[in-house]
């Protein structure tokens, strides 16, 4: 007996990678938000950047998204 497939593998890639762009740009919303928290709670700029590295919000690029480091 076979199995009949509904949806292409395209299909399924498009609706899977549209899931994780739309997850990507909610993370960059909470982190920009999350780090604007931080900043106006902050006693002193050094006090805001370990607060930040704390949370690991210390490299958000200019999107909100956590910069990740290339590997040379």
Not at 13 to 36: M, T, V
Request: aromatic content about 4%; some cysteine.
């Amino acid at each position: 007996m076979t199995w009949a497939r509904h949806a292409s593998p395209t299909l399924e890639q498009g609706r899977f990678a549209e899931a994780r762009a739309s997850e990507k740009q909610h993370y960059a919303i909470q982190n920009r938000k999350a780090a604007r928290t931080v900043a106006c709670h902050a006693a002193d700029p050094q006090d805001c950047a370990n607060l930040l590295a704390m949370l690991g919000l210390d490299q958000l690029d200019e999107n909100g998204a956590i910069r990740v480091p290339t590997v040379d």
